[in-house]
């Protein structure tokens, strides 16, 4: 499996990172390896500014290629909420010598993921709002009709240049209120006031 996950989607969080709003889906790739579904995260040697990025992810259940807008809806049926953990500062070397990101996106453990699973057909995923708290703290309060690009419209993006495939996940963006975790913090998310993760900084 393979997790895509899509940068900028969202005005708020484009604008703290001071970055420009995207014409057309930003994404890239974390490797398999990048999953996390522990309840501790050990905070990696090499980054001394490690950041939490909440999104909404969607689990991909059919294989498609070049997946048409008005079918998009038909090759999903579960999201839940992860975290593209982010090394900042890597990134932001990266980002001025215009190298790739993998360094600062796709280490090990960089993709936490809850085990809870909600069905779409439950809810309304343009609809959805969803909190991420640090140590009890809201840091980050989402609401998916601020996304620039709705679900349907990234996957049908993505598919033209991916063939997606049963299991791959889709992390759908972060909204404003990024920051750095430390050793000690509990970090948890909701959807909807339901609380589907919790992690352990150690
Ligand atoms: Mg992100």
Not at 49 to 78: M, T, W
Not at 86 to 112: H, V
Not at 124 to 129: E, I, Q, V
Request: glycine share 6%; charged share 25%.
């Amino acid at each position: 499996m393979k997790i895509i996950c899509i940068g900028r989607n969202y005005a708020d969080h484009a604008k703290e990172m001071k970055s420009a709003l995207p014409t057309e889906p930003i994404y890239f790739l974390k490797p398999d390896t990048s999953l996390l579904k522990e309840k501790v995260f050990y905070l990696p040697k090499f980054t001394k500014d490690l950041h939490f990025e909440c999104e909404i992810v969607i689990k991909i259940d059919r294989v498609g290629k070049n997946i048409p807008l008005e079918y998009a809806h038909k090759y999903y049926s579960q999201f839940t909420l992860g975290i593209d953990f982010t090394a900042r500062d890597l990134q932001q070397e990266c980002k001025e010598k215009g190298l790739p990101w993998e360094i600062a996106k796709s280490f090990d453990n960089a993709a936490p993921i809850s085990e809870s699973w909600l069905n779409k057909d439950e809810y309304d995923l343009n609809d959805l709002s969803f909190q991420f708290f640090q140590n009890e703290e809201l840091k980050q309060d989402g609401k998916t009709r601020d996304m620039i690009f709705s679900v349907d419209t990234l996957i049908t993006y993505v598919s033209q240049f991916i063939t997606l495939k049963t299991g791959d996940l889709l992390y759908t963006g972060t909204p404003a209120g990024v920051g750095q975790v430390h050793i000690g913090d509990v970090l948890t998310g909701y959807i909807e006031g339901v609380k589907v993760l919790e992690l352990e900084v150690a």
